[in-house]
């Protein structure tokens, strides 16, 4: 048997990350592809060898014409919760870009609909499926470095030409193999939902829930857009439910030509961890003055980003479970959006409600 994945969306990222992952994948079927844009659709079908059959304009025409056991939703931000809906309502597991939704309400009504429907959704968050990252969240579980008392996360991408609505100068940087982003997809506030909070700060405060555990219960943050209609950078000051205090900062402002950075400390009562995730390089000081360094990771590995897409293959086919689940999303979705309103009010945001 394989799975049969319905594509909504046919853009730069799931051009470039999800219907390659599908069309290498001997056990998955691109069974169809849906996008408005004409010229965006016709490259993919070309590129993946979708035939005419199989390639809508409309997503609802695509999922009743097609017999699917799975979707994958890549469209821009403001769609992502009208678009993920239609899918779980038909008893679809979903794969949903990052980030969830815009809004707490819409990413937690989504994942109690999957809950419902008895379904999987999966957030795109490719680092959820790093094996270093899973070997630095088990180290972190096991107690190697006690209990978390203070995290500092820094992340810097190159992205902040598209959040001018100029994606051409990331070209080969960003590697838009068939389809570039949309002008606005990224630089309309309507559309984005924001700059580096929605599309950058999504990751990596995805990724210290996961590694740490941590759950954040408030949020004291400034934001600064420059040039731009949206945030370029973010600083936020947090407090999480065991009582540890953090920081968490991102910019997109990082030049072509440079590497992009994401770092965190994670300083526990018995040790702390220093984890270079772009470099590929996690080491673990314990109480007794030890230095373990995790097996580094070859570059070609530390950015995982067909797993999502296998990881709903995979589902679909009964031998895995969701290695990025909607419940990282929707926490994830509740912090931005408390970042967002900690900036804008200039006051903490206690998470769940009041301040
Ligand atoms: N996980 C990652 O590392 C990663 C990387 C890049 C982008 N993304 C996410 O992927 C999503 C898409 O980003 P992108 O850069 O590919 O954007 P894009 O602008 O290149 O593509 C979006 C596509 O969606 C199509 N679309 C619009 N309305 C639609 C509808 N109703 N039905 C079907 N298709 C529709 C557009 O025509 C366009 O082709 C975003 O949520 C983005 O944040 C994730």
């Keep these: 048997m394989s799975a049969r994945i319905g594509v909504i969306g046919c853009g730069w990222w799931a051009t470039r990350a999800h219907l390659p ?17 004409a010229e965006n659709r016709a490259r993919a079908a070309e590129r993946f060898g ?27 931000h403001d769609l992502h919760a009208p678009l993920a809906r239609m899918v779980l309502e038909r008893d679809l597991h979903l794969l949903l870009e990052k980030p969830m939704t815009i809004r707490p309400p819409d990413a937690r009504a989504l994942a109690a609909l999957a809950a419902e429907r008895g379904v999987e959704l999966i957030i795109g968050y490719p680092w959820s499926y790093s094996s270093q990252v899973l070997a630095v969240r088990d180290a972190i579980a096991e107690g190697r470095i006690g209990a978390i008392e203070y ?16 994606p051409e100068p990331y070209r080969d940087v960003l590697g838009y193999s068939v389809n570039p982003p949309g002008l606005k997809t ?19 405060a995805a990724l210290l829930f996961l590694i740490t555990g941590l759950r954040p219960v408030s949020v004291a943050a400034m934001t600064e857009p420059f040039e731009l209609a949206v945030d370029l950078a973010d600083a936020a000051v947090v407090r999480f439910d065991n009582g540890a205090i953090g920081s968490l900062g991102s910019t997109g402002s990082v030049l072509p030509g440079h590497d992009e950075i994401l770092e965190y400390r994670i300083f526990g009562a018995d040790g702390h961890i220093l984890f270079d995730v772009n470099e590929g390089v996690a080491v673990i000081h314990g109480h007794r003055g030890e230095v373990h360094r995790l097996p580094s990771l070859p ?6 980003d067909w797993a999502p897409a296998d990881n709903l293959v995979d589902i679909v086919l ?10 990282l999303g929707v926490l994830t979705v509740e912090f931005v959006d408390a970042i967002y309103r900690a900036a804008l009010e200039g006051r903490t945001i206690r998470m769940g409600g009041g301040s």
């Design 318 to 327: 009964g031998r895995a479970g969701n290695g990025s689940p909607a419940s």
């Design 50 to 76: 979708v035939p005419d059959e199989r390639v809508f304009a409309d997503a609802a025409e695509m999922l009743s014409a097609v017999e699917l056991d799975a979707a994958i939703v890549a469209v821009p």
């Design 21 to 37: 992952a599908l069309a290498a994948n001997p056990d998955a079927v691109i069974a169809g592809i849906a996008d408005p844009d």
């Design 299 to 304: 570059a070609e590995e530390r950015y995982p």
């Design 151 to 166: 995290v500092s996360c820094q992340f810097a991408s190159i992205v902040r030409e598209l959040y001018r609505g100029n």
């Design 186 to 204: 990224y630089a309309d506030p309507e559309i984005a939902g924001g700059g580096q909070g929605q599309t950058q700060v999504t990751h990596s």
